[in-house]
C-alpha cells in the first residue's frame, strides 16, 4: 500500500514538473521579445539591420541621362554683292512696264507718214501721262518737231535715234550722279538716308549698302528709325549679309542720338562709310520734319553730311516733285534713289525730278532682289525704255 502511495505521488510531481516546462516555451511563442522602457510602456523591437556585402541590381533598367549638345549659332554667310557697273543694262528687262510709253508708244507715233497737230498732241499727252511733267513734254516736243522738220527723217531707226538723244538731254547727263563715300580728314563719308512712309525706306537703305560693299567701301549701319521695333532689326539683317555692323538704340530713343553714336562708332572702328537710316515721315507733318533736321545737326557735330539720299516711290508719280521739294528744304537732299521703276509706266518721273528741283538721281530700283538697285546711268536708262526691238 505505501508502495502505491509513494508511486502516485512521483507521478504527480513529474507531471508538475513537465507543466513547467513546456508552458512558458508556449507563451514565448505567442508573445514578441520586448523591454520595459518605463512604468506600463512596452516598445517592439526590431531586428538589426545588416547592411549587403553586395550591391543588388535595380529592379528596373534605366538608360543613363543623354545629355544634348548645344549647338553654337553658326556664324552668318558674309555675301558677295555683284559689281554695280553695268548693273542698270543688265536690269533692263524690268523697265518693260515703261518701254509701252517712253519706247514702242512714242516711236509708233514718230514713225508715221505725216505728223499733224493731232499726232504731236498724242505725243505730248504720252509723255505727261508717264509722268514727265507738262513743261518738261511740251519742251520735249518743241524739240522733237524742229528734228523732224530740218532732217526730215522718217524711218524708225532715224527717230529712235532722234527720241534717244532728245530724252538723254532731258535727263542732264552732265550732272553729278556719283555717291560722296569715300572717307576724308580722317573720319568716315555719312550718308543720311531719308523718305516717307511706306517707300521702303529702310530695304533700300539695305540695298545701298550693298552697293557700297559691291564698289569696294566698307560699311557700318546707323538704325536711327526708333519707332519701328521691326526697323532695326530689319537693317541688322541687311548688314550682317553683307558683313556690316549696325549700331542701334532703344526702341522710341531719341534718334539723333543714335545717329551721333553711329558716327563715332565708325570713326573709332575705321570704316570708310556710315549709312544712316531715319525713320518715315510725311511731308507735311512740320514736327517730324524739324525732328530729321535736329538728327542731322547732331550728326554734324562730327562733320558735314557728305550724302543726303531721298528714297521715293516711283509709283507716286506726281506727287513725289512735293516730297521731294519739303524734305530738300528740311536737310538739303543731295540724290534721288527712285524705287519700283519696274511696277510702274511712268518713268518719266526721273525727267521730272531733275527739271523742277535740279536734283540728280543717282540710284534707281527695278525689282525685289537684293541686288536690283543700280546706279543711274541716263544714256543706259534711255536704252532700256525705248527697248532693243522697238
Not at 198 to 210: F, S
Not at 245 to 265: C, H, L, N
Not at 343 to 367: E, M, S, W
Amino acid at each position: 500500500m505505501e508502495y502505491v502511495v509513494a508511486s502516485l505521488i512521483l507521478l504527480a510531481v513529474l507531471i508538475v514538473g513537465a507543466v513547467g516546462l513546456v508552458v512558458p516555451r508556449l507563451r514565448r511563442r505567442e508573445l514578441p521579445p520586448s523591454e520595459q522602457t518605463g512604468a506600463g510602456t512596452t516598445t517592439l523591437e526590431r531586428p538589426p539591420v545588416v547592411p549587403p556585402t553586395e550591391e543588388l541590381p535595380p529592379l528596373v533598367e534605366r538608360p543613363a541621362p543623354v545629355q544634348e549638345e548645344v549647338a553654337e549659332p553658326a556664324a552668318p554667310t558674309i555675301e558677295a554683292p555683284e559689281p554695280t557697273a553695268g548693273r542698270l543694262v543688265r536690269l533692263r528687262a524690268r523697265l518693260s512696264r515703261s518701254q509701252s510709253v517712253f519706247g514702242r508708244g512714242l516711236l509708233s507715233v514718230l514713225s508715221r507718214d505725216h505728223l499733224d497737230e493731232d499726232a504731236w498732241e498724242e505725243i505730248e499727252d504720252s509723255l505727261i501721262s508717264a509722268d514727265v511733267g507738262v513743261e518738261a513734254s511740251q519742251v520735249l516736243v518743241e524739240r522733237l518737231r524742229e528734228r523732224v522738220r530740218v532732217l526730215g527723217t522718217r524711218t524708225v531707226a532715224e527717230v529712235r535715234a532722234q527720241l534717244a538723244e532728245e530724252l538723254t538731254a532731258a535727263l542732264e547727263p552732265e550732272l553729278d550722279r556719283s555717291l560722296k563715300t569715300a572717307p576724308h580728314d580722317g573720319r568716315p563719308a555719312v550718308v543720311l538716308v531719308v523718305g516717307v512712309n511706306g517707300a521702303g525706306k529702310t530695304t533700300t537703305c539695305g540695298k545701298i549698302a550693298r552697293v557700297l560693299v559691291a564698289d569696294g567701301r566698307t560699311v557700318l549701319l546707323g538704325a536711327a528709325d526708333t519707332f519701328r521695333a521691326a526697323a532695326a532689326e530689319q537693317l541688322a539683317t541687311w548688314g550682317e549679309r553683307v558683313g556690316a555692323e549696325t549700331v542701334r538704340g532703344p526702341e522710341g530713343g531719341d534718334p539723333a542720338s543714335v545717329a551721333f553714336d553711329a558716327v563715332k562708332r565708325g570713326i573709332d572702328v575705321g570704316v570708310d562709310t556710315v549709312l544712316i537710316d531715319t525713320a518715315g515721315r510725311l511731308q507735311n507733318k512740320i514736327g517730324l520734319m524739324d525732328e530729321l533736321g535736329k538728327v542731322k545737326r547732331v550728326v554734324e557735330k562730327h562733320g558735314t553730311v557728305d550724302e543726303t539720299l531721298l528714297i521715293l516711290d516711283a509709283t507716286t508719280g506726281q506727287n513725289g516733285l512735293e516730297q521731294a521739294r519739303v524734305f530738300t528744304e528740311a536737310v538739303e537732299v543731295t540724290g534721288v534713289v527712285l524705287t519700283k521703276l519696274d511696277g510702274t509706266a511712268k518713268g518719266g518721273i526721273v525727267i521730272a525730278v531733275q527739271r523742277k528741283l535740279g536734283i540728280p538721281v543717282k540710284l534707281v530700283g527695278l525689282g525685289e532682289g537684293p541686288d536690283d538697285l543700280a546706279p543711274f546711268e541716263p544714256a543706259a536708262f534711255v536704252e532700256a525704255l525705248l527697248g532693243s526691238d522697238a
